[in-house]
């Protein structure tokens, strides 16, 4: 049964569903596509079209940010202008210290191209990268 055939979609625990609403629909600008139950909570899960499809599921959980790894990546035309858009709605950009930024946040990657990190309230990591 090959999975490549079937839509993959992110999920992302967040601690408080509310907060990650302010976050992911009022930030980041996501359209809801979908509303659910998350475990035993109704309402505790949001699904988040992105692309033109249904993309991210964030959903209320008490594994919320535990993990340092980047969850999801968007791949940006201009990274420039997609940085400052999401720091004007308040986001902040993430650096890191083995890496050298520019005044947005911004550090070469690695074979060619750019990429900036961001984190949600619960500390999720998300990056945005482009080509150029």
């Not at 967040?14 to 909570?41: C, H, M, N, W």
């Not at 692309?51 to 993990?67: D, E, K």
């Not at 690695?110 to 945005?128: K, M, S, V």
């Amino acid at each position: 049964m090959p999975l490549s055939t079937y839509e993959l979609r992110t999920s992302i625990a967040v601690s408080d569903i509310q907060r990650a609403v302010a976050f992911y629909e009022g930030k980041l600008g996501l359209p809801l596509v979908q509303t659910g139950p998350s475990a035993r909570i109704t309402g505790g899960s949001r699904v988040y079209a992105s692309g033109g499809g249904p993309a991210l599921n964030v959903y209320q959980s008490t594994t919320a940010g535990t993990t340092e790894a980047t969850l999801a990546v968007w791949y940006v035309d201009d990274l420039d202008r997609i940085v400052d858009e999401l720091t004007g709605a308040g986001v902040e950009f993430v650096r890191y210290d083995q890496f050298e930024h520019d005044a947005r946040g911004i550090t070469p990657r690695a074979g060619g191209g750019r990429i900036a990190w961001f984190q949600d309230p619960d500390g999720n990591t998300f990056a945005l990268e482009a080509d150029v």
